[in-house]
């Protein structure tokens, strides 16, 4: 008489080896994402230099207005956000919108990663691109200003990461559903209307009231101010900021899942 067992497999088991798998293959594609980060060397000096320049320019005129005391206190918190939009909407956007364009992504589509999973993996390299942007930044501000920071830097963090989220997921959502060429040109739109009317190199109240009153809705004016009160003022809590940002992170990062394609 043959005898018959029954294997029993432990349901939340089973979840757990679903979700560790989940960690692992995000983690693989991260270190993907940085390798081929790595390999983009003249889209990474760009995004590294210019955010730089921009400091050190304007930094050294005297036409931008001066917080306690000094321009680079003014300056800096915009420039971080110009660099957090540079690398998330506009590098990553654009270098993602090419992967789908060789078919790239097409061949990610095939593997068990799925689509969350590649943003979270997309998102985390960025962030690490991110943390050479704000050392850099912040060197060049100390030793050539002497800057150092007035308020909270646990915010400022906060904020940088909601922000990198936040423009990461908007360079993806227009990478996953435009053609290439699209991407090109609206991020690098995009992050010129964000240049000018963001309040980092030029303050709100210069621009005119009607452009002024809309940019506060837009999530970079939130970045950049929510920076500018993190890290110039420790009383202040930039609680409107924080909302505009959230509101726009959620959505988008919405979207993106939602309408990411691989090819």
């Known amino acids: 008489m043959a005898v018959q067992t029954q294997k029993h497999i432990n349901p939340s088991a089973a979840g757990s080896n679903r979700a560790a798998s989940s960690l692992r293959q995000v983690l693989q594609q991260t270190k993907y994402e940085l390798l081929l980060t790595s390999r983009r060397g003249e889209n990474v000096l760009v995004t590294l230099i210019i955010p730089v320049m921009l400091l050190v320019f304007f930094a050294s005129l005297n036409i931008v207005p001066g917080v306690k ?13 110009v660099a957090i939009i540079a690398a998330g909407m506009v590098n990553l956007g654009i270098a993602t919108a090419y992967e789908r364009y060789y078919g790239v992504l097409k061949r990610l589509g095939s593997s068990p990663l799925s689509r969350g999973g590649l943003i979270v993996a997309k998102v985390i390299s960025i962030l690490a691109l991110e943390l050479v942007q704000v050392i850099l930044l912040v060197g060049v501000a100390v030793l050539l200003y002497g800057w150092h920071p007035l308020g909270s830097l646990p915010l400022a963090l906060l904020f940088i990461i909601l922000g990198t989220i936040t423009f990461s997921a908007l360079g993806l959502a227009m990478a996953g559903a435009l053609r290439a060429e699209l ?72 979207v993106a899942i939602r309408t990411f394609k691989w090819e």
């Open 183 to 254: 991407t090109l040109a609206g991020a690098n739109g995009l992050f010129l209307l964000f240049l000018l009317i963001g309040g980092g190199i030029l303050p709100l109240d210069h621009l005119p009231a009607p452009i002024a009153a809309i940019s506060r809705f837009l999530p970079a004016t939130a970045l950049t101010q929510a920076l500018q009160s993190t890290l110039t003022d420790s009383n202040a809590f930039p609680g409107f900021q924080l909302l505009i940002l959230a509101i726009w992170a959620v959505v988008i990062l919405l």
């Open 69 to 81: 005391g000094s321009a680079v206190n003014f300056l800096l918190p915009g420039v971080l956000a």
